[in-house]
């Protein structure tokens, strides 16, 4: 699978975009559990005094209920929760929490920039510009994906049909009457 690939030599402003609860198959006592903590990562434009969202999400899964867990705390600090339940990570107020993240070299395992680092940072006081459309949509159509990369739809087509053999069901998909779903996020990597 394609991910982006975040540059190791920048900081970049983040937003928690989410917290979701995961299942794990083997934890049964309920003193653990599994979050996805998702951040919508941005990049500073400081000649115009902007954060402009990149549309691209990190994302990190936590085990937490551990106590002392040297992993988990960074994040603890870098979001300001106190408490070390769960609880407190799914409370609706930590959306929205602004963090610094520097990203390490990709893991060619998973294919995944790691985070180098965490910090808390203070909500910007410049313009944000958002991301226009949803950050976790994956699949569309040839027309709205010419469109949300500039090109015409016959020129979209000509580059899937290079495209598509390499990466087959993981870059297009077709409906049961035959139309293409393009997953945007890879094919806007890819290009």
Known sequence: MARYRFRTDLDYPARLYRVTERSIEN?????????????????????????????????????????????????????????????????????????????????????????????????????????????LDQWCGVSEAAEDLELSPATLRRRLAILEPTWGERLVRRTTGGHRRICLPLLRNLL
């Open 27 to 135: 934890e049964t006592d309920g003193r653990v559990r599994l979050l996805r903590l998702e951040f919508e990562i941005f990049v500073q434009d400081q000649q115009r005094d902007v954060f402009r969202s990149t549309g691209k999400v990190a994302s990190r899964d936590l085990l937490v209920g551990l106590p002392a867990d040297p992993g988990v705390r960074r994040y603890q600090r870098a979001l300001g929760i106190e408490a070390e339940n769960s609880a407190a990570w799914l409370a609706g107020d930590l959306v929205g929490r602004w963090v610094s993240i520097r990203f390490d070299s990709v893991d060619e395992s998973d294919f995944r920039n790691p985070f180098a680092s965490i910090k808390r940072r203070a909500t910007p006081e410049c313009d944000i510009v958002e991301y226009v459309g949803g950050l």
